[in-house]
């Protein structure tokens, strides 16, 4: 009921319980201020997977991922990092790469979403919740995705045996059976560090002390290469996180080791950003108290036009923010993303300053108090 003629909606089960969802593709047919608005699958990388790559089913509420690299090993054979999928190689839209998935959960999650009433409240408790029911009446290779998602728990040294318990349980099902393909895990965690072990490398993740990650000499050596301006970034601001997912197999003995991986920095708040500029927009509409959704990219390669954000507290349509990069010198390639009604800003950092965003509409007075209850 976010418009006067109203929005079709219908009722899912969610484990033991049931929820009011959106219909499939009527995200953007609700207002801009509505828990169930979602801007046009257009407006990010969605509009290239959306019915090909995730396909969902109103009767039953699954959602129905395709894949582009596996979730299982078999025995004894080397597993080659893939080559595409991430940054450096831009995939096709009828699978979802390893950073497209984490963008679809993070678009699932709600964690592109921002409003100044969430400030210091998305902690990675609230993240990870998010997280894991977004994951939720997903499939992915004929399994359940929430089963094969590991998100670490907030680490507490009071409860560290237990949070171990519950990790080492859920791995369970990905130790190595004799004869038979090694199912894979995937992990999403905030990365610590990414750094030489003893034996090889290790990624250490956030929450997870007490058990690193290991890597192999050639995909560690890859990283700089496929992740140059993600891991410049982070090496620069301080106050950039990075988070990483990646599929990894368990040994007999319970280590980890990861097969492949993509990284996402994201800002205090967890909202993505893909560069110096874009951090500098998002901080600036946080700042300036905006309500906004930040552009993912899923498969689009870095040359393709992408609004970093689209405002949700403005009158009428909501603008899509772009910032051009070499290749996109004005809003004619930046219109051919979103419909050519919507209101589009443009910054150009290579030759002018940040202008102001599109204003909020300036709130109507409240008429007197009449005194009467």
């Given at each position: 009921?976010?418009?006067?003629?109203?929005?079709?909606?219908?009722?899912?089960?969610?484990?033991?319980?049931?929820?009011?969802?959106?219909?499939p593709?009527?995200?953007?047919?609700?207002?801009?201020?509505?828990p169930?608005?979602?801007?046009?699958?257009?407006?990010?990388?969605?509009?290239?997977?959306?019915?090909?790559?995730?396909?969902?089913?109103?009767?039953?509420?699954?959602?129905?991922?395709?894949?582009?690299?596996?979730?299982?090993?078999?025995?004894?054979?080397?597993?080659?990092?893939?080559a595409?999928?991430?940054?450096?190689?831009?995939?096709?839209?009828?699978?979802?790469?390893?950073?497209?998935?984490?963008?679809?959960?993070w678009?699932?999650?709600?964690?592109?979403?921002?409003?100044?009433?969430?400030?210091?409240?998305?902690?990675?408790?609230?993240?990870?919740?998010?997280?894991?029911?977004?994951?939720?009446?997903?499939?992915?290779?004929?399994d359940?995705?929430?089963?094969?998602?590991?998100?670490?728990?907030?680490?507490?040294?009071?409860?560290?045996?237990?949070?171990?318990?519950?990790?080492?349980?859920?791995?369970?099902?990905?130790?190595?059976?004799?004869?038979?393909?090694?199912?894979?895990?995937?992990?999403?965690?905030?990365v610590?560090?990414?750094?030489?072990a003893?034996?090889?490398?290790?990624?250490?993740?956030?929450?997870?002390?007490?058990?690193?990650?290991?890597?192999?000499?050639?995909?560690?050596?890859?990283?700089?290469?496929?992740?140059?301006?993600?891991?410049?970034?982070?090496?620069?601001?301080?106050?950039?996180?990075?988070?990483?997912?990646?599929?990894?197999?368990?040994?007999?003995?319970?280590?980890?080791?990861?097969?492949?991986?993509?990284?996402?920095?994201?800002?205090?708040?967890?909202?993505?950003?893909?560069?110096?500029?874009?951090?500098?927009?998002?901080?600036?509409?946080?700042?300036?108290?905006?309500?906004?959704?930040?552009?993912?990219?899923?498969?689009?390669?870095?040359?393709?036009?992408?609004?970093?954000?689209?405002?949700?507290?403005?009158?009428?349509?909501?603008?899509?923010?772009?910032i051009a990069?070499?290749?996109?010198?004005?809003?004619?390639?930046?219109?051919?993303?979103?419909?050519?009604?919507?209101t589009?800003?443009?910054?150009?950092p290579?030759?002018?300053?940040m202008?102001?965003?599109?204003?909020?509409?300036?709130?109507h007075?409240?008429?007197?108090?009449?005194?009467?209850?």
């Amino acid at each position: 009921m976010c418009l006067v003629e109203g929005v079709e909606m219908y009722v899912a089960r969610l484990g033991h319980g049931y929820i009011v969802k959106r219909m499939p593709d009527t995200g953007s047919h609700h207002a801009p201020d509505c828990p169930s608005y979602d801007p046009p699958a257009e407006f990010s990388g969605l509009g290239q997977v959306l019915g090909s790559a995730i396909t969902e089913d109103p009767a039953t509420g699954e959602t129905t991922l395709k894949l582009d690299f596996p979730l299982t090993k078999m025995p004894g054979r080397a597993q080659m990092p893939p080559a595409g999928g991430d940054d450096s190689v831009a995939s096709d839209g009828t699978k979802l790469s390893l950073r497209g998935l984490l963008h679809y959960l993070w678009d699932q999650a709600e964690l592109t979403r921002w409003h100044p009433g969430f400030a210091g409240k998305r902690t990675w408790a609230t993240v990870r919740r998010h997280l894991l029911q977004s994951a939720e009446l997903k499939l992915a290779r004929g399994d359940a995705l929430r089963a094969r998602l590991y998100v670490p728990e907030p680490f507490s040294i009071d409860q560290r045996d237990a949070i171990n318990a519950r990790r080492l349980a859920h791995w369970q099902h990905a130790l190595p059976v004799p004869g038979k393909p090694q199912h894979l895990m995937l992990l999403i965690g905030e990365v610590k560090e990414i750094v030489p072990a003893r034996y090889g490398f290790k990624a250490v993740v956030k929450h997870v002390p007490d058990q690193a990650f290991a890597l192999d000499e050639q995909l560690y050596g890859q990283l700089g290469r496929r992740f140059e301006s993600e891991l410049a970034l982070w090496g620069a601001a301080e106050d950039v996180q990075m988070v990483m997912i990646a599929t990894f197999s368990v040994s007999a003995a319970g280590v980890p080791t990861i097969v492949e991986l993509s990284l996402m920095p994201v800002t205090r708040q967890w909202l993505p950003v893909e560069g110096v500029f874009e951090k500098q927009l998002i901080e600036r509409l946080v700042a300036d108290g905006r309500s906004f959704v930040k552009g993912l990219r899923y498969n689009l390669g870095a040359g393709s036009a992408l609004a970093s954000a689209m405002l949700t507290d403005c009158d009428g349509a909501s603008p899509l923010l772009f910032i051009a990069h070499p290749g996109i010198e004005d809003t004619t390639q930046c219109r051919e993303v979103c419909d050519a009604s919507l209101t589009v800003w443009l910054w150009n950092p290579s030759s002018e300053a940040m202008p102001s965003p599109p204003p909020r509409p300036t709130p109507h007075p409240k008429p007197p108090e009449s005194g009467v209850e």
